[in-house]
């Protein structure tokens, strides 16, 4: 009998252990994806302020880099509103 319950405390406490670990595994990965699905985001932004900077550039005139810094601080500026507007609250007594 002692021998039995003696098992049932090793079960719950690996299960316990299991679900400790399945949890922190879960959020790291939850923090990994969130980290690379911003820098993606931020990188798709950067190529393409570059690229409206190469078009400025050569169709105005200008320096290069005066019109990239202008380009990506207005693409991080809408990157950063939008997950602003998104994550914002709808007001009191709104449900999501």
Partial sequence: ???????????????????????????????????????????????????????GQSIWGGPFWAWAAGCILLSVAFALGSVNAKSGSEGPGEDR
């Fill in 1 to 55: 009998m002692i021998f039995l319950r003696f098992c049932l405390d090793l079960v719950k406490l690996f299960i316990a252990f299991l679900t400790v670990t399945g949890t922190l595994l879960f959020y790291l990965l939850e923090f990994a994806v969130s980290l690379f699905m911003v820098t993606l985001g931020l990188t798709i932004f950067v190529v393409f302020a570059l690229f409206l900077a190469f078009l």
